[in-house]
């Protein structure tokens, strides 16, 4: 069982919905990373943050979501108008030092 | 650009066979290197890392860097119908951020 909490599993959103979806990072985990991996597999990195700090975030998801990783309380990543192409496994991953571990993944379909 | 290359895209083997992955960095800024795994529906699942030039071995799993070429591979003997699954190379890059390969297949039929 992975150590990092995603729920819910799985999401569906009609287009223009927001979608959000939450992460526990795994304990003592100070940094916390978003990825998106498309049906292709390809994985998209979204954000990250360092002890509530966004680290560093690409254009789309500084335009389109809104995300926090507040002290004792989950992630969270929220898309603010869902649109087709955002229907992926979204994937939150802590780490401290060399270790990254995953989640499960929340699973989003947007109709 | 993909700045992590993986090879093949997919890959059969026999069950107790050798499977072989390949993965080529295109930065020379990677320095610290890891296999991970990854089932239907579930999330990726870290295998080894690997961050000194040379093998390091597991159980089945062996992985061998080379800095110089910027080369990562990843060797599963005695293969296992269990391992059938999605295989990925990552690299940390700037910022702690892990950049990922496309994956490759592997199919380990009994």
């Known amino acids: 069982n992975s150590k990092v909490i995603q729920t819910p599993r799985y999401l569906v959103k009609g287009q223009g919905q927001k979608a959000k979806m939450r992460c526990i990072p795994e304990k003592g985990h100070p940094v916390v990373f978003w990825y998106q991996q498309n049906k292709n597999n390809e994985f998209k990195f979204l954000i990250n943050?360092?002890?509530?700090?966004?680290?560093?975030q690409i254009d789309m998801t500084e335009k389109r979501f809104s995300a926090e990783c507040p002290s004792n309380s989950p992630c969270s990543l929220e898309i603010q108008s869902s649109e087709a192409g955002d229907s992926a496994l979204y994937l939150c991953?802590?780490?401290?030092?060399?270790?990254?571990?995953f989640g499960s993944g929340t699973r989003l379909l947007v109709i | 650009q993909q700045k992590v290359q993986q090879s093949p895209e997919s890959l059969s083997v026999p069950e107790g066979g050798m499977a072989s992955l390949n993965c080529t960095s295109s930065d020379r800024n990677f320095q610290y290197f890891w296999w991970y795994r990854q089932h239907s529906g579930e999330g990726p699942k870290a295998l080894m890392s690997i961050f000194s030039d040379g093998d390091k071995k597991e159980g089945r799993f062996t992985a061998h860097l080379n800095k110089a070429s910027l080369h990562v591979s990843l060797h599963i003997r005695d293969s296992q119908p269990s391992d059938s699954a999605l295989y990925f190379c990552?690299?940390?890059?700037?910022?702690?951020?892990?950049?990922f390969g496309d994956g490759t297949q592997l199919v380990v039929k009994p």
């Open positions: 943050f360092q002890n509530q700090e966004v680290l560093q």
């Open positions: 991953a802590s780490s401290l030092d060399s270790d990254y571990t």
């Open positions: 990552a690299a940390r890059g700037s910022n702690n951020r892990i950049f």
